[in-house]
C-alpha cells in the first residue's frame, strides 16, 4: 500500500502496454553513481527482474531510483582548510578566494570516490483505464522529480494536475464547522487549522476529540483548515491536505481481511497491488466527488503552437509569468506543482514557467541534493 499520495491525472485513456512502457523508461534506466559523481537517478525494476514495469490487470508500477553521495560540507571544509595551512606553510601566504575555491573543488573530486551512498526508490502507480498517476510520496520536489523524468521517457504523456472545483481548504473547513464529513467519510482526530493573518497562528490537533464548539471558535478566529485526518468507507484512513496531497495512508483490518493470500511471494504481492489499485481509484473518485468534481481545463492554457515557442527559446513570452513569479515569491517556493496548481495549468508549461524564472534569476537552479530552488528575488 502506498503511505503517501501525489495525485495526477492523465487527461484521456493512454493506450500504452507494458512493454512499451519498458521500453520508453529504458532509455534512462538507473545505474549506480560514477566515482565523481554526486548522484545517479534512473528507473529500476519494481521487482528486482530485467523489467522496468511490473503489470498487473492493466496497473503499472514502475520505481525511480535516486543514488546520492554522503559528504558533509564540514568534511571538505576541514579537509580543504587543512591543505590550505599546509599551502600558507610551504608558500608563504594563505590561500586567495579562487585559489581556495580551486582548492575545495580539488578536494571534493578526491573525496567522492570514498563518500557513503544512499538509495532511495519512489513507487509511481498508473492507472491508464481510469486516468490516475499516483506518486508515493508527500515531497513536491520528489514529485517534481518524478514527473520531469517520466516526461523525457514518455514525449506523449497526456499528464495534468489534479484540480478540482472546491478549494480543499475551504472544503475541510466547511466539513470541520457542520461537524459533518462528505457522503462515505468520516472525520478522524487530527487535523491543523491556520490563520489567515500574516501571524499564521495554528492550532493542531492529535489524536485528539474534535470539540465542534472549540473548532467552531478556531474558525470563527479566522483559521482555515489546512489538514484533515479521514477514513474512508471503512476501509482507508489518511490526511487530506490544502494542496491535494493525501498522507498517512493507512489500510484497516477490513480491508486486510479481503486480501486474497496466494501461495507464493509473487501471488501475494500481484493480489496487495491489484487490491490497493482497485481501492485507491474508487476513493480517489468519492474524494474528488466530495471536492465538487473536477474543473475543466483553464481557458488560458497554451496552445500547442505557444508550448512550443516556450519551450523551444522563442521571444514570444507566456501571458501567465508574471503570476507564476507572484505565486513562486509569495509562497517563497520554487515548485513546479504549485505553479501548475495555482494557476490550474498543464505540468509542461509550469516546467517552462520556471525555467524561464532561472534564465531571469528569479529563482536558483535545483540543488541535486535536496531537489530545491531558493528564491532569488523579493517581492516589488
Known sequence: MFKNLTVFRLTQKWDISAEALHQQLSSIQFAACASSEMQSQGWSSPRNTDRLVHSVNHQFLITLTTEKKLLPSTVINEVTKARADELEEQQGFYPGRKAMKDLKERVTDELLPRAFTVKKNTNVWIDPINRWLVIDSSSPARADEVIKLLLKCCDKLPLEGLRVKLSPQAAMT????????????????????????????????????????????????????????????????????????????????????????????????????????????????????????????????????????????????????????????????????????DLRIGYNRAASLLELMEERKVVSPMDRRTGVRQILQSAA
Open 174 to 341: 466547511s466539513w470541520l464547522a457542520g461537524n459533518e464529513a462528505p457522503k462515505g467519510f468520516t472525520i478522524d482526530q487530527d487535523t491543523e487549522l491556520t490563520s489567515m493573518t500574516e501571524g499564521k497562528a495554528t492550532v493542531r490537533f492529535t489524536r485528539h476529540t474534535l470539540d465542534p464548539e472549540d473548532i467552531k471558535h478556531h474558525i470563527a478566529d479566522g483559521k482555515q483548515c489546512r489538514k484533515l485526518a479521514m477514513t474512508w468507507d471503512d476501509r482507508i484512513s489518511f490526511v487530506l491536505t490544502d494542496n491535494l496531497t493525501i498522507k498517512r495512508v493507512k489500510p484497516l483490518d477490513i480491508l486486510d481481511e479481503d486480501k486474497d493470500k496466494g501461495t507464493n511471494e509473487e501471488e501475494r504481492f500481484d493480489g496487495d497491488f491489484m487490491l490497493m489499485t482497485a481501492e485507491l481509484a474508487k476513493m480517489l473518485d468519492d474524494i474528488v466527488f466530495a471536492l465538487g468534481g473536477e474543473l475543466e481545463a483553464n481557458t488560458a492554457a497554451a496552445t500547442p503552437a505557444e508550448a512550443e515557442s516556450l519551450t523551444s527559446g522563442s521571444e514570444i513570452e507566456d501571458p501567465l509569468y508574471g503570476e507564476a513569479v507572484q505565486i513562486v515569491i509569495k509562497n517563497q517556493r520554487a515548485s513546479i506543482s504549485l505553479v501548475q496548481r
